[in-house]
């Protein structure tokens, strides 16, 4: 199973860049790894996915190294409206979210 | 263009009960897959259906099922209702086959209906 780990919760301050990293160990070669927003008492929101190397988009970056084996998501410039789960996922079988990281980000 | 919406927002059913959710998926959209979330956790995955046919199951007993019309809209049921089964039920759509296309990973989630069982 391609099973991810993150961290449980993060606290940041507003400016500044946030790094979540998850691990993913057996991911297998065709799949890809997508990022998601969740909100309370709202569905998750898509925010990125990659392959390997880099993917940036409007509101993040997703740093994969060679081995796949971890994924970087990386929030430039935070706010206190950032404050949200975030959850790793890597494609298999079934669609597991895990537990995600709650983010809170502080004034 | 709407959303993924989904109906009822939220239902009070006793214990023994039956429910029954809706799903009305992205225009264009032709998967749908289910997720329970309950509090402090993240989302479980329960169905996906692509064109009707079942293309994915979790862990999750017989006394849920689901289908999916031909407009593509789904419909999420549950029998014999358990205190257990008391959360926030979410509606994904997607444009391809989903969770056995990697690279279609990609969900738009509905707002999701809140059941309490008591």
């Known amino acids: 199973l391609a099973k991810t780990t993150q961290p449980i919760s993060m606290d940041s301050y507003e400016g500044q860049e946030v790094n979540i990293t998850c691990s993913h160990n057996?991911?297998?070669?065709?799949?890809?790894i997508t990022w998601y927003q969740q909100f309370p008492s709202q569905g998750p929101r898509f925010i990125i996915q990659?392959?390997?190397t880099k993917v940036t988009n409007e509101v993040a970056s997703l740093f994969i190294p060679a081995d796949r084996k971890s994924s970087t998501l990386s929030l430039p410039r935070v706010s206190l409206s950032d404050t949200a789960v975030y959850y790793c996922?890597?494609?298999?079988?079934?669609?597991?979210f895990g537990k995600g990281t709650r983010l809170h980000i502080l004034p | 263009d709407a959303g993924v919406t989904q109906s009822p927002t939220h239902l009070i059913k006793t214990r023994g009960q039956h429910v029954t959710l809706r799903c009305s998926p992205i225009?264009?959209?032709?998967?749908v897959s289910w997720y329970q979330q309950v509090l402090g956790q993240g989302p479980q995955f329960i169905f996906q259906?692509?064109?009707?046919?079942?293309?994915g199951r979790g862990n999750f007993p017989d006394r849920f099922s689901a289908r999916q019309f031909p407009n593509y809209s789904s419909e999420l049921n549950v029998n014999a209702l358990l205190l257990g089964d008391s959360a926030l039920y979410l509606c994904?759509?997607?444009?391809?086959?989903?969770?056995?296309?990697?690279?279609?990973?990609?969900?738009?989630f509905g707002p999701g209906t809140r059941l309490t069982v008591t």
């Open positions: 994904a759509s997607s444009p391809g086959p989903g969770v056995t296309s990697g690279r279609n990973y990609e969900q738009y």
């Open positions: 057996n991911i297998a070669t065709n799949d890809y």
């Open positions: 990659g392959y390997k």
């Open positions: 996922l890597a494609r298999d079988d079934k669609i597991i």
């Open positions: 225009s264009g959209h032709k998967s």
């Open positions: 259906y692509y064109e009707k046919e079942e293309r």
